[in-house]
């Protein structure tokens, strides 16, 4: 019988369990998925009943998802360079969709920027920055755009009864999913999964949908029968306590550094009842959310099946709410609960929670630092934001910092866990109590019992905004 020395034992133990497995070896991969216009309306958030999205809620059983997520702003340009940046927009003073980012902030390091300063490759396609090209080149390695035919636009099924003139930006579509521009994004996303990477990478897919107009395959559609079609909750007279500037809002659309009025067609909600498309458009909205779930399972699974699969966190989030009716009001263009709150999933092989959800209000701009943390990476100074592996390893750890929405100049939200107060640039304030009212359909701004709250939450506004 041979014996082995047990001090020998001790090192090829030691050995074993010191030898660094790829996981081990090199940072994490990420795979960074945006999705356009997506509020809550997804299975594990429960913001409309009938939302069908098993692959997203797959996701989030793996990770910790925020139930409470907010904006930096309700509109696509300034959110997603505050998100990409670490800079809101009272700091950037990019408020609208036609500030261009680098004229803003010329020396701003992005995220993609610092991860590759510090050996990450970055490649992305579709829709990240606003616009579905590169939107900053410095910022990639690679970024890939499908060639479209000059021209093309897929135009869905329109009922007989609805004229032309009528505000109906959606509806069937009998063509394959492969003909859709977000299904070749994910096409290609899943062939840089499949390969070797040399570097870890930061590899971002960018879906254009739920966008408007909300034209998928009609086999979507048949998922949520227009006859079975709930409505969201509303309040008739929802609109009489807001100020004047509020009112603005929820009737048409406030051009923000841009001439433009999407509404010159008439004022949405009168359309969409003159014409009787609210429970087609609810139906269109669920649809679209439903073609983007499909492909996120995909994305999902051809990363379970690749190499990479122990070793990439995964983040997904959309870029802010969206409104059907509440309010009388239709799109994002404001700063109410609708309107800012979103989906945002972190799933980590580091954090030691999943299938969790964290209570605690974040922001968007939280993405930066905690992506950045996570990734074994350096910290920046000099961001807006406050990284969130605290809530990843804890998700109902202390978090006493509200969100701050902007829209605009002058126009800021502070939401905490309790509270929505809204101050717009003429003085007008609203103040909800999401406690006892999360519809916000009762504005407590000018009730005296609750000034202390209203001077709380304004303590939390930018003492300076960037013109």
């Given at each position: 019988m041979h014996r082995f020395p047990v001090a020998a034992l001790l090192i090829a133990l030691a050995v074993l369990v010191a030898a660094p497995t790829l996981a081990q070896?090199?940072?994490?991969?990420?795979?960074?998925?945006?999705?356009?216009?997506?509020?809550?309306?997804?299975?594990?958030?429960?913001?409309?009943?009938?939302?069908?999205?098993?692959?997203?809620?797959?996701?989030?059983?793996?990770?910790?998802?925020?139930?409470?997520?907010?904006?930096?702003?309700?509109?696509?340009?300034?959110?997603?360079?505050?998100?990409?940046?670490?800079?809101?927009?009272?700091?950037?003073?990019?408020?609208?969709?036609?500030?261009?980012?680098?004229?803003k902030l010329p020396d701003a390091v992005t995220l993609m920027q610092h991860?590759?300063?510090?050996?990450?490759?970055?490649?992305?396609?579709?829709?990240?920055?606003?616009?579905?090209?590169?939107?900053?080149?410095?910022?990639?390695?690679?970024?890939?755009?499908?060639?479209?035919?000059?021209?093309?636009?897929?135009?869905?099924?329109?009922?007989?009864?609805?004229?032309?003139?009528?505000?109906?930006?959606?509806?069937?579509?009998?063509?394959?999913?492969s003909e859709m521009f977000d299904v070749k994004i994910v096409d290609w996303t899943i062939g840089e999964l499949n390969k070797a990477h040399e570097k870890p990478f930061f590899l971002a897919c960018g879906f254009t949908k739920p966008h408007l107009p909300w034209y998928v395959p009609r086999k979507y559609f048949d998922m949520h029968p227009l006859e079975e079609v709930e409505l969201p909750a509303t309040l008739d007279n929802d609109r009489d306590d807001l100020p004047a500037f509020g009112k603005k809002l929820a009737a048409e659309v406030y051009a923000v550094s841009d001439s433009r009025n999407f509404s010159r067609h008439g004022e949405d909600h009168a359309m969409v009842l003159k014409h009787d498309q609210w429970h087609r458009a609810v139906q269109s909205y669920l649809a679209t959310i439903s073609f983007v779930d499909a492909h996120v399972g995909r994305l999902l699974d051809a990363l379970d099946a690749s190499e990479h699969t122990d070793n990439t966190i995964v983040v997904l989030w959309g870029d802010h709410g969206w409104h059907l009716g509440q309010k009388r009001h239709w799109r994002k263009h404001a700063l109410w609960e609708v309107t800012t709150r979103t989906t945002l999933i972190i799933s980590s092989p580091a954090a030691t929670r999943r299938g969790a959800t964290s209570p605690r209000p974040v922001s968007l701009v939280d993405l930066y630092p905690t992506l950045v943390e996570l990734a074994g990476v350096p910290a920046r100074n000099g961001l807006d934001g406050q990284s969130l592996v605290p809530l990843l390893e804890d998700p109902e750890s202390a978090w006493p910092r509200p969100v701050l929405t902007t829209y605009g100049y002058g126009n800021h939200s502070v939401r905490s866990e309790r509270w929505r107060y809204i101050e717009y640039h003429d003085g007008g304030q609203e103040l909800y109590d999401h406690d006892a009212d999360p519809n916000e359909w009762t504005n407590l701004a000018s009730v005296p019992e609750y000034a202390p709250v209203v001077d709380e939450l304004a303590g939390f506004l930018p003492t300076t905004n960037v013109e």
């Open positions: 070896d090199r940072p994490p991969n990420i795979l960074f998925i945006a999705v356009d216009d997506l509020n809550d309306w997804v299975g594990h958030l429960a913001g409309h009943p009938q939302a069908s999205t098993p692959n997203i809620d797959r996701l989030a059983r793996r990770g910790v998802s925020f139930t409470r997520a907010y904006a930096p702003a309700p509109l696509c340009n300034p959110s997603r360079v505050s998100l990409l940046s670490g800079v809101l927009p009272s700091n950037s003073g990019v408020y609208g969709n036609r500030e261009r980012f680098r004229e991860l590759k300063a510090h050996g990450y490759s970055t490649r992305g396609g579709g829709k990240i920055f606003h616009g579905t090209r590169a939107g900053d080149p410095d910022s990639w390695d690679e970024y890939y755009t499908p060639a479209r035919p000059r021209g093309a636009r897929h135009i869905g099924e329109r009922q007989e009864h609805v004229p032309e003139s009528a505000w109906a930006p959606w509806g069937p579509l009998d063509m394959d999913d």
